[in-house]
């Protein structure tokens, strides 16, 4: 590590939060009072300190004071012109002002603390017979991101490198594209490449179980074959098949016998047992993602009706009938545009006409449709989107129980997708859902509201397994945001 930063071409903007706790911090994580930054060979020194009132840090330079840094600096004003004086003293509080920038922003608070909560889970977890340390890193994805986007990984590796420590930071998404379980091997549509994904949402819950679905793996993201198979196994219990095979769970979820009781009295299996119509319809808006947060409540009601129709037929016995069906429920002409895309597609259609005017009528129509198929419909992506998401919620609250049973730490990084922490907000993630329903027990859209983050869903169920779980296991909650680890 060095002692100072190298800014070259007086480039002071280029100095990063990550360098800054590269050359701030001390191997046990707390922060030196001052460090030196070298601009085009000359050396301008600047300190941090802490506001006791409200615990924020604070770039600062006391350069123009007779005290303080001014000793430090003096050797560089001594024999130069005023001119030469005035620069240097521009360039020393440029930096000093572009550190105290970063050092407060949410990004020095998060990576800070994920760089002491790293080195922390990381010392846990190392023994004598235990030198490959794999931490689960989960979160929502700014946070996420931070860390996968800096250097702060490759910082502890090099750290522990000496050691003979191996570490790796990989998140739940990777296990499930290792095993091929994606959005685009997801695909509702019978016939997936007509919606430009890769597979069928049916053939690829059905390789799971097979195992199949790993038969042609190809290392994904760090994810080694016996930690894939590892995964697909744990997939393949049947409780846990009946979580994430989402249509089967739904059918079950809407066709519960007349005299069946429910154990349990909350939960999806209660709702729909209650009120199936208005527990589906809650189902959809918790789990369409925030994209579609601009749905309209008449583009609502046509994918609840669509969600419901697609059970249907996904609930008929034989395959081969049930994708005939599928086939007709997808037909482009089924009123899957809506109308501006109606109108672009007869466009489209009259625009070919024009250009090749020889061409039979079904030819022009067939070439358009090739571009306006119902795959590529808001429609369509809706609906889509309900089964995937929800899919890939139990996935990652499933990932939780599977990182605990192979005895891996969880990273647990909580801040909002603006950077802020979470903490002391958990009550209101917890009741979300509940705090907006009406009077009806419907959940209600308005004022842009749409979903629920799968990340919310991974901390209530991290809450849960806290509950019923010894301390031994190591699920770390990490607060990113304003908070500053002390």
Known sequence: MSDNFIIKNNDINSISAMDVINNMQKTDGTLKNST??????????????????????????NALDDKGFFAALKRFFCGVNAEERAQRMNVANAITQKIASIISDNKYAQLTNNLLQFRAIVNRNLTANNKNIEIADYGLSPNRNLVKNNNLLDKIRNEYADKGVTISFNQIDSYNSASKIKPATLCIHP???????????????????????IEDYDKYQGIPKEKTEDWVKFLQRPENMKKINIPAKLNEYLHQPADSVVEKQTGWKAEFKADPDKALKNFVIKNLAYDFKDITPEELSVLVKDVKRYLDIMNIPDRTE?????????????????????????QEVKTLKEEYPDSPEEEIISFALSSNHVGTTRRFL??????????????????????????????????????????????DIKNEIKNRKDENGSITINQGKLGSAITHSEMRHAARMQKRLDAQFDLNLVYGGNKIAK
């Open 322 to 346: 049930r994708d005939i069906k599928l086939e007709e429920f997808f037909d482009v002409n089924n009123g899957w545009r809506n109308k501006k895309e109606q109108e672009k597609y007869e």
């Open 191 to 213: 016939k997936p490449d007509a919606a430009g994904m890769e597979g069928n949402y049916e053939d690829t819950m059905n390789a799971i179980m097979n195992s199949s679905i």
């Open 382 to 427: 809706m609906l889509n989107n309900v089964f995937v998401y929800a899919t890939f919620r139990q996935t990652s609250k499933l990932g939780l129980e599977f990182f605990q049973e192979q005895n891996k730490p969880v990273m647990f990084q909580f801040a909002d997708y603006n950077g802020n922490s979470l903490e002391g907000r958990f009550g």
């Open 36 to 61: 030196t930054v070298e601009v085009n060979g000359h050396r301008y020194e600047f300190s941090v300190r802490r506001d006791e009132t409200n615990g924020k840090l604070y770039g600062t330079t």
